[in-house]
């Protein structure tokens, strides 16, 4: 009689454990500093950067400039090399 009480409750819990399907991935890592629009610009002249509409926190990176390594997806850097050429456009 008893195995007919606990027959039940083994159900129910494992009905829980397999509840419903599982939680969707998170959606992957969109930056956000409009990096995507200006990458065409590696390898040019910096002097081009005049002529751009950069957004408000872009960061121009000049060769041996000390920057912080703290971490805004808003951010925009831009690194230009010794001869003048832009070298890599991200987000940081």
Not at 17 to 46: E, H, I, K, N
């Amino acid at each position: 009689m008893k195995i007919y009480l606990i027959l039940p409750l083994v159900a129910v819990l494992t009905a829980c454990q397999f509840g419903g399907p599982p939680a969707p991935a998170p959606d992957a890592f969109v930056p956000r500093c409009g990096q995507d629009r200006l990458r065409g610009l590696v390898g040019q002249d910096a002097a081009v950067l005049r002529e751009v509409d950069l957004p408000p926190a872009t960061r121009v990176v000049k060769p041996d400039m000390a920057v912080t390594q703290d971490y805004r997806p808003d951010r925009l850097n831009i690194s230009i090399t010794k001869d003048g050429l832009i070298d890599r456009v991200w987000c940081s």
